[in-house]
Each structure stands twice: as C-alpha cells, then as structure tokens.
C-alpha cells in the first residue's frame, strides 16, 4: 500500500488536545500533542482502509494576503 500524506490541524479545549484530518474528516483527541496525532493516526488509516480514498495529486500549500 502507498504512503499518503495528509494534513492535520490540532487545538487544545480545555485539557484534551483535538486533532482533525480535514482532508478524511478524521477526528481525534489526546492528552498530550503526540497522543492527539497518534490517536488521529490510528483513526485515518482505519477510516482510510474502510472507505478508500481516490488518489489525487498532491496540494501545494501556500498563503496568500488580501
């Protein structure tokens, strides 16, 4: 099976850590960042082999300012 790379964003609500896959729509928590992420980890590539993704291109991040 292919490697895939996808983004995560984590923000603390009160004494978890959240970590979201926005790509999948995965969400997890932990106590600490490395259990979040572990957590979303494990979820993504459940997620992932359940409901199989297409496989795109790769996105190239940037930022603009307006």
Do not use: W
């Not at 926005?22 to 928590?29: C, D, F, L, M, Y």
Request: aromatic share 6%.
């Amino acid at each position: 099976m292919a490697v895939r790379v996808f983004g995560a964003v984590l923000h603390k609500e009160e004494d978890l850590y959240v970590a979201e896959c926005p790509k999948v729509g995965t969400v997890s928590q932990g106590s600490t960042v490395e259990e979040a992420i572990a957590n979303l980890k494990e979820a993504t590539e459940i997620y992932v082999e359940e409901f199989p993704l297409p496989v795109v291109s790769r996105p190239i991040p940037t930022t603009l300012q307006c």
